[in-house]
């Protein structure tokens, strides 16, 4: 039977591992779902060699990458064969399509994202994206193509290298679209920066922490403005700043359920050559509703 890899943090604990086999039944397809963990900061030689085992392994048609899709293009992008327009403006790839013996290299989590996004918080205003990683680079992408820019996008993360990444691709844009981006760096927590948003900001956890590693961006005493909508990226785990927001009735709260179905859409597209990424996220959600936590 073909395979799909699924490259994270700790693949065993996802709910994919039960919804996959759910989804390809409902498409017809016969593939199988194989996790692979590497750890977060993972050496160079770690990502090339699951690189070199795709390329290797006959049975795989792609494989899905979550946490390591900007490591992954950095220490292994010269390993694939193409990159898609995305991917090369990012410098990530979240999905990997095996053909001819050559792995193609696709951006995907601008378009999930983007989708989400567009449908939690329509209105646009500030946003204050805590994380630098790939998801923030995607979602920063996406908001800065959008007819109209948010009035003020501030990231926040404790690594240099991923905040300089993200300055890098934003950049053009930015000057482009006339867009007032800044980037911080520190170890947090971030609850000064969060309560100097304006009411009805958009705030995003993408750093991770709650799921891929303990702990929380924002301390217990964080005071939200009023309105704040607050978007979790994580759907599983302790995600402490989601429960936090939940106490408070004037905050619009969402998980990262949504962006989970739309983000398997988006990454299984160039994999399984699906024709309606959208409708197919639809259907992925309702079929893996009883598996919502």
Known sequence: MSTVWFVGVSTGQSLINEAFPVWMKDLGREARLVGRDLPVGAPAGAYRELVGELLADGEVLGAVITTHKVALVRAAG???????????????????????????????????????????????????????????????????????????????????????????VLAPWARRRGGDVSVL????????????????TLVVNA????????????SSRVRFPAGTVVWELNYRGDLALLRRAR????????DGWGLFCHGWAAALGPILDLPDEVATARRFAELAAPLRP
């Open 78 to 168: 010269d390993l694939l064969g193409t990159l898609d327009p995305l991917a090369a403006e990012c410098g990530e790839a979240n999905s990997l399509r095996r053909r001819g013996g050559v792995l193609e290299g696709f951006a995907r989590d601008p378009l999930s994202i983007g989708r989400v996004v567009d449908e939690i918080w329509p209105a646009g205003g500030e946003v204050i994206c805590l994380g630098a990683g790939g998801s923030a680079v995607a979602l920063g992408r996406h908001l800065l193509t959008r007819a109209t820019t948010p009035a003020r996008l501030v990231f926040a993360d404790r690594d240099e290298t991923a905040a300089r990444h993200l300055r890098g």
């Open 247 to 254: 106490k408070r009735p004037d905050l619009v709260t969402h």
């Open 185 to 200: 760096v520190g170890n947090g927590p971030w609850d000064e920066l969060v309560e100097s948003g304006t009411a009805g």
């Open 207 to 218: 750093t991770g922490l709650g799921k891929d590693r303990p702990g929380s961006p924002l």
